[in-house]
T-cell receptor, first 115, second 112 residues
Framework: KQEVTQIPAALSVPEGENLVLNCSFT??????LQWFRQDPGKGLTSLLL?????REQTSGRLNASLDKSSGRSTLYIAASQPGDSATYLC??????????????FGRGTQLTVWP | NAGVTQTPKFQVLKTGQSMTLQCAQD?????MSWYRQDPGMGLRLIHY???????DQGEVPNGYNVSRSTTEDFPLRLLSAAPSQTSVYFC???????????FGPGTRLTVL
């Protein structure tokens, strides 16, 4: 069964720092990997999606990388701002058999950026 | 374009009661799914659908039923609520092309 782990579970940093959030998964048979943001009491918002054939994706101050063979992804946030405070979730989509099309989520990293 | 909508936002039930959580999307997405989110557990898949008339079980389907009579709607039914079903429920949809998942705002359910 696919297991997704996110480290650290929580992170508190001053404004302006560059951050790295980590995600690892146990089964490399994935179709894609997605990073989501969740604000308290809200739903999930997709930030970046990396297909299994890709190495990275960028959107503004966010950059996500994928090393499928080693089962790792990182989300890099440049020049963090208080508005980046949220929980960041990593999810992988299975690509075969009973896992096809299913998302498997990590437990998230709770990020606090203070002024 | 409202995206994915869920009703109600909050619900309190007594053990043994039944209810339906509503989910609708206006993006003509083929894939729809239901997740539950519990503290320290991450999101877990309950049921999913790849199109009208087609549903299948996810990771934690017991105690829940679904049906998909239209592309737009994917209701989740709790047959006989139990305290273990206290959770936040999210509905999501996606196309087969982009794979980006769109989530609803969630329903916070408490079973007493």
């Amino acid at each position: 069964k696919q297991e997704v782990t996110q480290i650290p579970a929580a992170l508190s940093v001053p404004e302006g720092e560059n951050l790295v959030l980590n995600c690892s998964f146990t089964d490399s048979a994935i179709y894609n990997l997605q990073w989501f943001r969740q604000d308290p009491g809200k739903g999930l918002t997709s930030l970046l999606l990396i297909q299994s054939s890709q190495r990275e994706q960028t959107s503004g101050r966010l950059n996500a990388s994928l090393d499928k063979s080693s089962g790792r992804s990182t989300l890099y946030i440049a020049a963090s701002q208080p508005g980046d405070s949220a929980t960041y979730l990593c999810a992988v989509m299975g690509d075969r058999g009973s896992t096809l099309g299913r998302l498997y989520f990590g437990r998230g990293t709770q990020l606090t950026v203070w002024p | 374009n409202a995206g994915v909508t869920q009703t109600p936002k909050f619900q309190v039930l007594k053990t043994g009661q039944s209810m339906t959580l509503q989910c609708a999307q206006d993006m003509n997405h083929e894939y729809m799914s239901w997740y539950r989110q519990d503290p320290g557990m991450g999101l877990r898949l309950i049921h999913y659908s790849v199109g009208a008339g087609i549903t299948d079980q996810g990771e934690v389907p017991n105690g829940y039923n679904v049906s998909r009579s239209t592309t737009e709607d994917f209701p989740l039914r709790l047959l006989s609520a139990a305290p273990s079903q206290t959770s936040v429920y999210f509905c999501a949809s996606r196309t087969g092309d982009t794979d980006t998942q769109y989530f609803g705002p969630g329903t916070r359910l408490t079973v007493l």
